[in-house]
């Protein structure tokens, strides 16, 4: 399992760690008071599948760490959750590669938290030796979210352009506006790159 992470002083004192099933309370009360906010850009099942329990989610949160497919940290910032950066669909072998997903509350946009933790989180893929030592990191839009866009932009991300239909969102089919983030873009650190 993912172990918390911290930033270096002088960054805004996020903090980034697994969710526990302890989590459920605070997780459903700023989905639901940011469920507004983030409806444009909530996937959603094509399949039409049941809803999952949070309880089941975490389940399945835990068998992706545990066999080395995925990380999903939330995001807490004074003790209370603020969002989640992710790593999904984790490939080894000669792609060591993965697809990072982020939200942040509305009330803490603006204050440098998205880019930060997404820094965080390739720090701990991409070089540090507990993580899984990716070498490249997939950051996918829509191509109107420019918060998003500037999230990819203030990391330096490398621009790569539209993957078509690639995530099923607000039930359709939707293109997506790639960045990646490569191992030897910061080998000091994405953080260390993002605070010069």
């Known amino acids: 399992m993912p172990r918390e992470l911290m930033p270096p002083d ?10 526990t099933a302890e989590d459920e309370a605070g997780w459903n009360e700023t989905r639901q008071r940011n469920a507004e906010w983030l409806a444009p850009w909530d996937s ?10 949070f309880n089941t989610w975490i389940q399945r949160q835990r068998a992706d760490e ?4 995925g990380a999903f940290f939330v995001i807490e ?3 209370a959750i603020i969002g989640q950066v992710s790593i999904g669909a984790i490939c ?31 720090d701990w893929a991409m070089l ?7 070498h490249r990191l997939e950051v ?20 790569e352009g539209i993957r078509l239909k690639s995530m099923f969102i607000n039930n359709q089919w939707h293109d997506h506006d790639v960045y990646s983030l490569l191992a030897e873009d910061a080998p000091q650190g994405f953080v260390r790159r993002l605070l010069a």
């Open 92 to 122: 080894y072998g000669s792609m060591r590669s993965g697809n990072i997903g982020y939200w942040v509350d509305q009330g803490h946009i603006g204050h440098g938290v998205a880019p930060l933790a997404v820094a965080m989180l390739a």
């Open 66 to 69: 545990a066999c080395g497919a």
């Open 10 to 19: 002088g960054a805004i004192q996020i903090r980034l760690r697994p969710i």
């Open 44 to 53: 959603n099942d094509p399949m039409h599948g049941p809803g999952l329990t």
């Open 77 to 79: 910032y004074q003790m």
């Open 140 to 159: 996918s839009m829509l191509p109107e979210n420019q918060r998003s866009r500037r999230v990819a932009q203030k990391l330096d991300a490398h621009h």
């Open 128 to 134: 540090d030796s507990a993580g899984p030592r990716l």
